[in-house]
């Protein structure tokens, strides 16, 4: 009975998707026809540089995903942050203690969070393959929804979904600092010996990780937010600085798919070098070209 | 597979016309874009009632079982129902929670109060995080120890009685190597946003879905 419930109900899976871009077009289909006389420019003139530059990184990425996916092996260099996750978790689980993995204090719709929340996972599937526990305090009920499932998924990806708890996903407060003093309470109360701070940070940053090295745990921290780093950097045993948080989930998937990306960021940062060094020969050798820089940056 | 690949298209779907809408001024794609962006406001906003309900099944269950620090969780609840509590109460009768409400009250001389001495608490711990960082190491760390110390004599009435060079020492490492390493840092950044943008739009990393 539930095999074909499930097949019927597959013979459906586009209907949603198709109701959702029906729903989301018809609105403005609308709207489009009454407002058919304003005259201006299709393209954003300003926004040229962006596309060629997101032009040249696709292409980049493509290659790489062509390339993975023949079988060639990419080379990623080892990043210390990155292998003391492990040795923190293999810690938590020697002690009996928790792990604390903080995904920073934005929405969803932040990039670092969706970062943050990528490194999750896989902390998560460490977790559950050494029978340790996480704990995820988060400021955010849509995070704490999708960290719910990211751990859940992970712990049942690692053969261990009968080890996952929910309760240890938990929602605090939308209050900044509400949220800090949760996260404080936990680090005092249920001692955990590994902190994982991966994501958007502002002035708690540095709140949360000195209170994590006063009770004596291993600190990994990753942000892009670059005027909490020094704190972290200060505060904490391993720092991921913003390139490297965005490269930690790849690095921990070795999936070749994932890890094309990492190569394709690689590869266009020496365009941009190039690009910035010619820039600099030419604004000296012929100054009324500023502008043209300017544009391009 | 309808769990995976109904929400990467969705995804697909979302991102393709938020890029769309930065690159083009074409009515239609600004309308989709702006009903999208509409539709993740409701979301949002719908999704806090996950939250409280979270609250209420992790705290309550604790209380009922008397497990450890269960009275703490007791004020938490009460705090937040109270707070729950009076903001309706205030729409319900006044219309609005705006200047000279009870909800306003509350959150004027409990919560404010209470935010402001846990950020002053930043003061001490900025001491302490200092007092480790600044311990001269390794080669790194007395060059930091030593550009720190200049910054903070240049940045202080100090600084410029006992020398004029020190403000202008002080201005110059701001604005040119911490400048520069910030700037580094920025275009590294930049380019791990995409690479991360591109992984998700693409459903190639996907951590909160089946099968990954």
Redesign the interface.
């Known amino acids: 009975m539930g095999s074909e419930r499930r097949k019927a109900?597959?013979r459906y899976?586009?209907f949603?998707?198709l109701i959702?871009?029906v729903f989301?077009?018809s609105?403005?289909?609308t709207?489009?026809g009454e407002?058919?006389t304003?005259k201006?420019?299709?393209?954003?003139r300003e926004?040229l540089n962006?596309?060629v530059?997101?032009i040249v990184?696709?292409a980049f990425?493509f290659y790489f995903l062509f390339r993975s996916r023949k079988g060639r092996a990419l080379y990623l260099r080892k990043i210390p942050g990155i292998r003391a996750i492990e040795e923190a978790v293999g810690r938590a689980t020697e002690m009996g203690k928790p792990v604390l993995f903080v995904p920073g204090i934005d929405?969803i719709?932040e990039?670092q969070t969706?970062?943050g929340?990528?490194i999750?996972?896989h902390v998560a599937r460490i977790v559950a393959r050494y029978d340790s526990s996480i704990i995820v305090p988060t400021r955010?009920?849509?995070v704490?929804?999708?960290c719910e499932?990211?751990v859940k998924?992970?712990f049942?990806?690692a053969g261990r979904p009968d080890a996952y708890r929910g309760?240890n996903?938990?929602?605090?407060s939308?209050?900044?600092?509400?949220y800090?003093?949760g996260v404080d309470?936990i680090m005092l109360?249920e001692k955990p010996v590994a902190n994982i701070y991966m994501g958007a940070f502002y002035?708690e940053s540095?709140?949360l990780?000195?209170t994590g090295f006063s009770s004596g745990a291993i600190q990994v921290a990753g942000t892009?937010s670059?005027s909490q780093?020094?704190?972290f950097?200060?505060?904490c045993d391993y720092t991921l600085?913003?390139?490297e948080?965005?490269?930690a989930?790849?690095y921990l998937?070795k999936?070749p798919?994932?890890l094309s990306?990492?190569k394709?960021?690689d590869y266009?940062?020496i365009v941009?070098i190039l690009v910035l060094v010619a820039g600099i020969i030419l604004v000296n050798v012929k100054p009324e070209w500023v502008e043209m820089f300017k544009f391009w940056f | 597979?309808?769990q995976v690949?109904?929400p990467i298209?969705?995804t697909i779907?979302v991102g393709v016309f938020m890029?769309l809408k930065?690159?083009?001024?074409?009515?239609?794609i600004?309308?989709?874009a702006?009903?999208?962006e509409q539709?993740?406001l409701v979301?949002?906003a719908m999704?806090?009632?996950?939250?409280?309900a979270?609250?209420l099944?992790?705290n309550l269950?604790v209380v009922m079982k008397r497990r450890?620090?269960w009275p703490?969780k007791i004020v938490l609840v009460f705090s937040m129902l109270v707070m729950a509590g009076v903001g309706l109460f205030d729409l319900i009768t006044r219309g609005d929670v705006s200047v000279g409400s009870r909800f306003q009250y509350l959150f004027e001389y409990i919560?404010t109060p209470?935010?402001a001495t846990?950020?002053a608490?930043?003061a001490f711990?900025?001491s302490?995080?200092?007092f480790?960082?600044f311990r001269a190491r390794n080669i790194r760390a007395a060059l930091l120890l030593i550009s720190a110390s200049l910054v903070m004599i240049g940045r202080v009435p100090l600084g410029a009685a006992i020398s004029g060079t020190l403000p202008k020492l002080a201005d110059w490492i701001m604005a040119v190597p911490n400048t520069a390493g910030?700037r580094g840092?920025?275009?590294?950044?930049a380019?791990?946003?995409?690479?991360?943008?591109?992984?998700?739009i693409f459903g190639?990393?996907r951590?909160?879905?089946?099968g990954?």
């Open positions: 109900l597959s899976r586009y949603l998707p959702f871009v989301c077009i609105r403005p289909l709207i489009a407002t058919e304003a201006e420019a299709v393209f954003h926004h962006v596309l530059a997101l990184f696709c990425f929405d719709d990039i969706l970062a929340i990528a999750l996972s955010k009920s849509i704490m929804t999708v499932e990211t998924e992970s049942t990806a309760d996903i938990r929602y605090l939308d209050d900044q600092f509400a800090t003093v309470g109360r002035a540095l709140i990780s000195e892009a670059l780093l020094p704190f950097i200060a505060a600085i913003a390139e948080f965005y490269a989930s790849a998937s999936d798919k994932v990306s990492i394709a960021s266009f940062k941009t | 597979m309808l690949r109904v298209l969705i779907f890029i930065f690159f083009f001024h074409v009515p239609f600004k309308g989709v702006d009903e999208l539709w993740c979301a949002f999704a806090i009632v996950l939250g409280v979270n609250i099944r992790i269950r450890k620090d703490y919560l209470l935010s846990v950020f608490l930043l711990y900025i302490s995080a200092a480790r960082a910030q840092l920025i275009i590294g950044a380019m791990g946003v995409i690479a991360t943008g591109l992984r998700i190639i990393e951590p909160y879905l089946k990954e």
